[in-house]
C-alpha cells in the first residue's frame, strides 16, 4: 500500500516543482486519525497523553525484533547495535566510528568501581538487561577488549532511589507527553511509558522527570526536586562520555538533556556520536528499502523506526543549535533523513511524527539557502538578495503544502498550525537578518541600497506577525510553558530585531505598539522556564524607552572606563547591596565537577564567589573589555533593574551587541548566532549545568 499511495520519490528535498497540472504531493492524510486521538485543540498537544500503563504489558523486546544474523563487531558498540546494520554489508561497522582508546577506558573502570560503591553494590531490576548471547556467538573466541564490558554501570532511576516516589513520576510523565514530546518527539507515548522505560532505561525515566519538572515549575526558581534529579541525570550523561552505548534510550535521553538546556551544543554533538555509534544513520535508508518492497511491520520494524525517528531528531535539532550558536552543523542533507515524508505511511507512526517531518523539510530548505549564502563574514552581495527572494517562495510553498496538511486533522488555531506559521516566519526573519548584519545605525540605513531597504521593511513586518502569533495566540502560548531553548530564543531574538528595527525605521512602524507587544512578551516569558529571554527583553525595553523621540543615535565621545558596570557584592544575612567599586575579575572556564552542592543557594553565595563577595563571571564575547559584576538576585535570579544600572551611562557604540537597540548584529550575529541577541548566561545565578 505504501508504494500505490505515495507517488514516486519525494525527489530532492530542495524543490516543490512537480510538473504542470499536478500539485505538491504529499501522503494520504485522510488516514491520519491513526495516527494520534482527535484533536481537542485545548493545549499544545491536544490532551495527548492517553496511553495505557499496564505493568503486565510489556514492549516488545529488542531481541524478538530481530533473529537475522550478526556482525562481529566490537563491543564498543552496542549489544543492539549490529540490528540496524544487519543487510548492509560491506559497510564500515559502528567500531569503526569510535575506536575507544584504553586510557579512556581505564577512566571508564574508575567510574564503574565508584558507581558500584555509591550504589552499595545495588542491581535492581530498573537498569537495561544484558542480551542473551546467540549460540552462533558463543562458539567464537573473545576477544580481549570485550573482558571489560563484562562490568555494568549501574544507576537505578529517580523512583528507585526513592527521590521521588512512583506517583509523581507518572503525574511527571503526563506533564512530559502533554506538551514536550512535541518539541522533540523521541518517545512514544503508547510505547514509552512510565512502566516501561522503568524496566528498560533509568537515565530514560531521570531525563523525563527532569524536563517536566522544570517545566512544572515555571517561572519560579528551580525546586528542590528538579535540583535533585538533574543531580541524578548528571552523573549518568558523565558516564555515557566512557561506556559503551548500551541502548537506544540513552541517545533519546541525551537527547532531552541538550533541549531542555542553555548550553545544549556540547550534549547534542554527545547524542550526535552516541547515535552514530548504533549506527542509527543507517535506519531510515533501511526502512525505506522495506517499505518500497512492501515488507513494512510493525513489530519487526520498531527497533528500525524509533532509530530512524531519533535521526531526525537528531538532524533537526542539531541545525536548530547551529543557528542558535553560529557554529556549523555537522549532520547534512544525505540519505539518512531524504524521503522522510514515507514515515508517515508507516502503522507505527504517531501524531508528532508529521510536525518533525514538516520541520526535517523545511530545515533542508535552510541549509541549502545557509549554504548558498556562505561565507557570511564578508559583504553582502547582489545575489544573496536574489537567493533571499527565492527563499521566500520555497518558504511559503513549504507552509502552503504543510498547512493544508495539517488543515485535514485541526482547525487554524490549534498548536500545530500556529507552530507552522512561526516557523516560516522566523526562517525568513533569521535569514533576512543575515543580510542585514552590516547596519549599525541611522548613517548606515541612510546609504542602504533600495534592495536592502525593501528587505529591512519586509522584516518589520514579518516579525511584527510572529511576535503577535506568540502572544496572542492561546494555543501557542501555551505551548511555550513546554518548549526547549530553541523555541524560546528565536521568540526573544524576533523581538529583539523588531525593537532595533523599529528604532532604525520610526516612519515604518508604530514603536508604542512593538513596545507592548514585546512587554506581553518579557511578561509570558516570565512565567515559563525562560528567565534569561525575560530579563534579555527587558533590559531591550529600557534601552528603547530611554532615547527621546526624534534623539541622535550617537552618544557623547564618552571612554569606556568611564562607564564601566560598578561591581557589586550581597550581604548574605541581611540581603542589602553595598557597592564596592571597580573590582576587575579575570575571565576563566570552571570546569564541570561531576557533583555540586545538593544546595543551589549554598553553590551560588560561596562556591563560585572571589574575593571581595564578587563572583568569578565570565568575560565573554558578548562584552569585551567590560568588568563583570555580582547581581542582586531576587530568589535566584538577577533584576533587569540592576543589570540596566551598570549600562545606563554607557556610550552606544561601546554597548555589547546583545543590548544595543541599532546594531543588526554586525560581526557578532555571524560569529555567535542568535545568541549574539540574548543576555549572557555571565548575568545568571550559577546554576547546576550538565557540562
Known amino acids: 500500500m505504501v508504494a500505490q499511495t505515495y507517488h514516486g520519490s519525494q525527489g530532492p528535498p530542495h524543490t516543490y516543482n512537480h510538473g504542470p497540472g499536478q500539485g505538491p504531493v504529499l501522503p494520504p492524510f485522510s488516514s491520519i486519525s491513526s495516527m494520534g486521538p482527535p484533536a481537542a485543540h485545548t493545549n499544545v498537544s491536544s490532551l495527548r497523553y492517553q496511553a495505557q500503563e499496564n505493568p503486565h504489558s510489556h514492549p516488545v523486546s529488542r531481541n524478538q525484533a530481530s533473529g537475522s544474523k550478526r556482525h562481529a563487531t566490537s563491543t564498543a558498540a552496542s549489544a543492539n547495535s549490529s540490528d540496524l546494520e544487519d543487510e548492509d554489508n560491506g559497510e564500515l561497522p559502528a567500531s569503526g566510528l569510535v ?134 541525570v548528571q552523573a549518568i550523561s558523565c558516564a555515557t562520555l566512557f561506556a559503551p552505548v548500551m541502548r537506544t534510550e540513552a541517545v533519546q535521553a541525551m537527547i532531552l538533556v541538550s533541549g531542555w538546556s542553555d548550553n545544549g551544543w556540547l550534549s547534542g554533538g554527545h547524542a550526535v556520536r552516541m547515535a552514530m555509534e548504533l549506527s542509527m544513520h543507517k535506519a531510515w535508508p533501511r526502512l525505506v528499502r522495506r517499505m518500497k518492497a512492501h515488507k513494512a511491520d510493525p513489530v519487526e520494524d520498531r527497533e528500525l523506526i524509533v532509530a530512524a525517528r531519533t535521526w531526525f531528531c537528531l538532524y533537526l535539532f542539531e541545525h536548530q543549535l547551529s543557528y542558535g550558536t553560529g557554529r556549523p552543523a555537522v549532520l547534512k542533507d544525505d540519505e539518512a533523513i531524504q524521503e522522510c515524508r514515507l514515515l508517515l505511511q ?65 482547525e487554524n488555531a490549534a498548536f500545530y498550525r500556529q507552530s507552522l506559521q512561526i516557523q516560516h516566519l522566523h526562517a525568513e526573519l533569521f535569514h533576512n537578518a543575515i543580510a542585514l548584519r552590516g547596519i549599525n545605525g541611522p548613517e548606515d540605513v541612510q546609504n542602504m541600497p533600495a534592495q536592502q531597504r525593501q528587505l529591512a521593511i519586509r522584516s518589520i513586518q514579518i516579525a511584527r506577525q510572529g511576535l503577535e502569533i506568540t502572544v496572542s495566540s492561546p494555543t501557542y502560548r501555551e505551548g511555550m510553558k513546554f518548549a526547549v531553548h530553541y523555541t524560546h530564543a528565536t521568540a526573544t531574538f524576533a523581538a529583539s530585531f523588531l525593537l532595533r528595527l523599529a528604532r532604525l525605521f520610526p516612519n515604518d512602524c508604530n ?60 550581604d548574605h544575612t541581611a540581603g542589602n547591596v553595598t557597592g564596592t567599586g571597580l573590582i576587575p575579575q579575570q575571565r576563566h572556564q570552571e570546569p564541570f565537577s561531576p557533583q555540586y552542592d545538593a544546595s543551589f543557594s549554598d553553590q551560588m553565595h560561596n562556591q563560585h564567589l572571589g574575593p571581595g563577595g564578587v563572583p568569578h563571571q565570565h568575560m565573554g564575547h558578548h562584552q569585551p573589555q567590560q568588568m563583570q559584576h555580582q547581581q542582586p538576585y531576587q530568589h535566584g535570579i538577577p533584576e533587569a533593574e540592576h543589570i540596566w544600572r551598570g549600562f545606563e551611562a554607557t556610550a552606544n557604540e561601546q554597548l555589547p551587541v546583545w543590548i544595543s537597540d541599532q546594531s543588526l548584529g554586525g560581526n557578532s550575529f555571524t560569529q555567535n548566532g542568535m545568541d549574539a541577541f540574548l543576555l549572557p548566561n555571565d548575568y545568571m545565578p550559577p546554576a547546576p549545568q550538565i557540562w
Request: proline share 6%; glycine share 4%; aromatic share 6%.
Open 346 to 410: 508507516h502503522p507505527l507512526a504517531i501524531e508528532d511524527d508529521m510536525r518533525l517531518v514538516s520541520m526535517v523539510e523545511l530545515m533542508v530548505i535552510r541549509e541549502r539557502i545557509n549554504n548558498d549564502m556562505s561565507p557570511i563574514e564578508g559583504p553582502v552581495r547582489d545575489e544573496h538578495f536574489a537567493r533571499l527572494r527565492e527563499a521566500d517562495t520555497e518558504f511559503t510553498t513549504w507552509f502552503k503544502v504543510w498547512d493544508h496538511a495539517f488543515s485535514q486533522k485541526y
Open 511 to 570: 514603536m508604542t505598539e512593538i513596545r507592548e507587544q514585546v512587554q506581553k512578551l518579557a511578561n509570558l516569558m516570565s512565567n515559563v522556564p525562560g528567565k534569561r529571554y525575560a530579563l534579555t527583553l527587558q533590559l531591550m525595553l529600557k534601552r528603547s524607552k530611554k532615547r527621546k523621540p526624534g534623539s541622535s543615535s550617537r552618544s557623547p565621545k564618552n571612554t569606556r572606563e568611564a562607564h564601566r558596570p560598578m561591581a557589586m557584592s550581597l
Open 99 to 232: 575506536a575507544p582508546w584504553e586510557v579512556l577506558r581505564g577512566l571508564a573502570d574508575v567510574a564503574i568501581e565508584r558507581a558500584a560503591k555509591e550504589n552499595n553494590g545495588d542491581s535492581s531490576g530498573t537498569h537495561s538487561r544484558t542480551r542473551t548471547p546467540s549460540p552462533d556467538r558463543q562458539g567464537r573466541p573473545s576477544k580481549r577488549r570485550k573482558i571489560r564490558h563484562n562490568h555494568r554501570l549501574t544507576f537505578p532511576d529517580v523512583v528507585t532511589k526513592n527521590i521521588i516516589s512512583e506517583n509523581e513520576a507518572r503525574e511527571l510523565f503526563h506533564t512530559f507527553y502533554s506538551g514536550c514530546s512535541t518539541f522533540l518527539p523521541v518517545f512514544d507515548m503508547a510505547h514509552d511509558t512510565f512502566d516501561a522505560l522503568h524496566e528498560r532505561s533509568p537515565f530514560a525515566v531521570d531525563c523525563i522527570c527532569m524536563v517536566a519538572a522544570r517545566v512544572r515549575d515555571g517561572g519560579d526558581a528551580p525546586s528542590d526536586v528538579y535540583v535533585r534529579i538533574l543531580e541524578e
